[in-house]
């Protein structure tokens, strides 16, 4: 009897441990596919208007005429609008 009880703990063990093993390899894939994703997004790229370099996905984002910008606040994106209507 202690043996069969004993036989049980061991595969519940067994299981437990496999299923945590899993989880530990899916995050750390997730955490590495994270990692690769943000490389891209930290391209360095230059406001129009003030001509700071930032990283792009610190920057505000604007759809004018065809062309994606991006700007390093909102301050420069409304200027650069503004400097648009003008002409």
């Not at 441990?17 to 750390?28: A, D, E, N, P, Y």
Request: aromatic share 14%; with cysteine.
């Amino acid at each position: 009897m202690w043996r069969l009880i004993f036989l049980i703990g061991i595969i519940y063990a067994f299981f437990k441990v496999r299923k945590l093993v899993k989880q530990i390899r899916g995050s750390v894939n997730q955490s590495l596919s994270d990692q690769a994703n943000n490389q891209v997004d930290d391209l360095m790229i230059k406001d129009p208007v003030c001509e700071v370099y930032f990283p792009r996905r610190e920057g505000v984002h604007l759809y004018d005429k065809g062309k994606d910008l991006y700007f390093c606040s909102t301050k420069c994106r409304d200027t650069y609008l503004f400097q648009q209507k003008s002409f």
